[in-house]
Structure formats: C-alpha cells, structure tokens
C-alpha cells in the first residue's frame, strides 16, 4: 500500500457528503498530524478535488470528484441496463425507483427515476444510505456472504432513526427471508416518512453486484403484491440482460 495515496483517500472519504472541516478537524478524524494533512489537503486542492470556503478555513470536496463520480457512472454496466427498466417501473407503480451498489457498508445510489408526477424532485446519484438501513443495502448483503458477515460481526449498528434495525442479530434473521423471498424491505430506517422495496441484481457469475428497488411514501405502505412483483421483474430481468442463469441464483 501506498502510504501517501492511502491517506489521500481518507482525507476525501472525511469530507464525503456535504461535510466541511478545518485542517485540525481532518488531522483528529484521521489521526495524522496536522503538518501531514496540511500538505495532503494542498495538493488536492491543486487538483480540485478539494476546495476552502472563502473566508473560512474549513475544506469541503471539490468539483474534480463529480468529473471521476461520472466518468465511474458512465462505465457501470449495471447502471446502463437498469435505466430503461427503472423508467418502466416508476410508470408501472407511480413511485421513484434507485438503482445502488455496494461500497464498504453503505450503498451508494448509481441511478434515481423521479416519480412520474411531474413533481419537483431532488437528484439522488450518488447519495450513501448505510447498507443495514436500506432495502437496496439488504437485497445485497442477503447475496453477499463476505459483507453480510463484516457487518454482522459488530456489536451494534449505527442508528438513523427510531426504526432503524441496529442488531446484528435482528439483521441477520432479516437477511436469510431475503434470501429465500429475493425482497428487501425498509419501513422508516434510514428516513422518517420513507419506506422502501429492493431486489438484488446478478450477474454471469451469479454474483450480487447491485440492487434496484422503489422510494414509497410511508402512507402508503404496505405496497400491494403487484408492486412486488413488478420489483422483482425489473430485478430479473437485468439480471438476465446481464448474464445470470437464474434469479435469484440457486
């Protein structure tokens, strides 16, 4: 590993979201000194990955990470494939629909369908919803062995709201009807007022490589079974366009 790139990339994952920080925030979040951070921030700055708020010293991510957040978008075969399928989904059923992959223990939105109403609506790419709190997080983790058990392995999970499933214990038994339905739900976990269904999504080596899923207002939940199985279509269908032998495989 490469110390100094390694470090880099901290610095940028600190300042995800719409975080801003000053030089002695970064330096105790990463634990380095601040004279190291310094000159690790100077030089993002240099390349735009990292901008300082005018007349203040916090830094925030620059616009250099949206070019390489698009560049990875457009070489994401999944997100190609799901788009069509998201847009007949969001007409079949009414409600927004996110397509998402993994990242570490959070799912990272790759695609937003707005709802088909005409409303003015918030662009979501590239949103982070932890893995446990989302539908799209757990259709994943139902299919991923590896994941599933890093994030089981801890004492608690990080809480969003009063809903949020915080056991690992909890989670798990949640993970194995996933497994045997291939339907994640999401009730208010990750946002009050929010619930949510998800399918994983496969591909030719029968591995989960995303989930798509719809955004359903809480007054309207529970969806009917024709909206699962509507999800459950979208999700086998670009499985199949993506290679798999079956969904979910066996």
Known sequence: ???????????????????????????????????????????????????????????????????????????????????????????????????????????????????????????????????HASALGKAILAFDDDAASRMLAASTLRSMTGETITSPIDLKEQLADIGTTGLAREQEEAVLGECAIAAPVFDVSSAPIGAIGLVVPSANWPVDPATSDAVRDAARAISRELGAMSWPPG
Not at 52 to 64: I, K, M, S, V, W
Not at 104 to 117: C, Q
């Open 1 to 131: 590993m490469i110390q100094s790139i390694d470090r880099a990339i901290r610095v940028l994952f600190a300042l995800q979201g719409a975080r801003r920080m000053t030089l002695s925030e970064l330096a105790s979040r990463l634990e380095l000194p601040p004279s190291t951070v310094h000159g690790i921030v100077r030089t993002l700055v240099a390349q735009g990955m990292v901008v300082q708020e005018h007349g203040f010293g916090r830094y925030q991510l620059g616009p250099a990470v949206l070019r390489l957040g698009n560049v990875y978008l457009d070489t994401l075969e999944l997100r190609s494939k799901a788009i069509p399928w998201a847009e007949d989904l969001a007409r079949r059923t009414g409600c927004s629909v996110r397509t998402g992959v993994l990242l570490l223990d959070d799912v990272v939105i790759i695609h937003h369908e707005p709802r088909p109403d005409g409303s003015r609506q918030m662009p979501e790419v590239g949103i982070v919803i932890p893995a």
